[in-house]
């Protein structure tokens, strides 16, 4: 790695790079992709985000609040952890191509129950109160996943007005997965 350029491993569909593209972009950081075709992502996005946070500040991605903290972390992990794995390709794979779509759409479900009812005690205008953290990362590629497994949001009001709202932002817009080097053209925007 070039001194003071970082490069990102990045494979436009990965969660995990999309999440990690949202932090750089927040942070005004300039990095070199190398892109890359993964089969499955790897967890090291949040241990990623948190070092940008430790090396480079600003704009904050972790609340000053140690209770405010605790609840991004825990909502970033659940996502991150919990309910992303699960609908991984590899995961996927191993279930078998006539129950991947029911398997997906369930665990998405299930996660995303427990996670609007965090969300309703601490939300503001996004996942944490009214200022984007690492929690808002891991949200909008959970909720483009989703879209992409046809989970009905319905019943996840604050999930889907949350990530309305990140979606109107220019760092998860530049970061998105249509965005990319290596989205294939008919994805792209």
């Not at 490069?7 to 932090?23: D, E, G, H, P, Q």
């Not at 480079?56 to 972790?62: D, E, I, K, V």
């Not at 078998?96 to 939300?123: C, D, H, M, Y």
Request: include cysteine; glycine fraction near 4%.
């Amino acid at each position: 790695m070039q001194a003071g350029k970082p490069i990102l491993y990045s494979y436009f569909r990965s969660s995990c790079s999309w999440r990690v593209r949202i932090a750089l972009a927040l942070k005004s950081i300039d990095y070199e992709m190398v892109t890359v075709n993964l089969i499955k992502d790897g967890g090291q996005q949040l241990a990623i985000i948190e070092y940008l946070e430790e090396t480079r500040p600003t704009p904050r991605l972790l609340p000053q609040d140690p209770k405010k903290r605790a609840h991004v972390r825990m909502i970033s992990d659940l996502i991150a952890s919990g309910i992303q794995p699960l609908q991984n390709l590899s995961v996927l794979k191993q279930v078998g191509q006539e129950k991947q779509l029911s398997w997906a759409q369930q665990v998405i479900s299930s996660g995303f129950n427990a996670l609007e009812r965090i969300l309703q005690s601490t939300a503001g205008k996004y996942c944490v109160g009214d200022e984007v953290s690492m929690a808002d990362l891991c949200l909008v590629p959970q909720v483009a996943n989703a879209d992409r497994y046809k989970v009905d949001l319905t019943p996840y009001p604050t999930i889907s007005r949350i990530n309305k709202s990140l979606l109107t932002l220019e760092a998860f817009q530049v970061s998105h997965p249509c965005r990319q080097p290596d989205t294939p053209p008919e994805l792209r925007a």
